[in-house]
């Protein structure tokens, strides 16, 4: 299976389990692989039969901005069905971090694997 890669693609929002969490919109930074068939677009050198990482990505931003989330788990569970819907993706490994949320740690997150029918 053929992969597209969106990395570090960056929102601000409510996150969090703790008061000020709650009131303060903080970094959100997704990575994404998506996984399905590209061969068509490859052979004729067109975005049909290809995936519109850009509509993707589009649609990621505005949910982590407004889905105010408790934790990163049930955002990267969004995120995951927001790709599965899209035509051509038959899996996605969705990573949600949020940089500065432990001490000591650059960031901490989850990372999840998912695909059309259930978990992959």
């Not at 990575?31 to 993707?56: C, H, M, P, Q």
Request: glycine share 8%.
């Amino acid at each position: 299976m053929d992969t597209i890669i969106i990395k570090d693609l960056t929102a601000r929002g409510i996150i969090g389990l703790n008061d000020w969490e709650r009131t303060v919109e903080q970094e959100i930074v997704m990575n994404i692989t998506l996984f399905g068939d590209l061969s068509k677009a490859a052979a004729s050198d067109s975005l049909e039969g290809s995936v519109n990482y850009r509509t993707i990505a589009k649609a990621l931003l505005a949910h982590a901005q407004s889905a105010k989330r408790f934790t990163v788990e049930a955002l990267a569970e969004d995120l995951a069905a927001i790709c599965l819907s899209e035509e051509g993706v038959e899996r996605v490994i969705v990573r949600v971090e949020k940089p500065g949320a432990l001490r000591f740690s650059s960031s901490v997150g989850v990372e999840i694997d998912r695909a059309k029918g259930g978990r992959s």
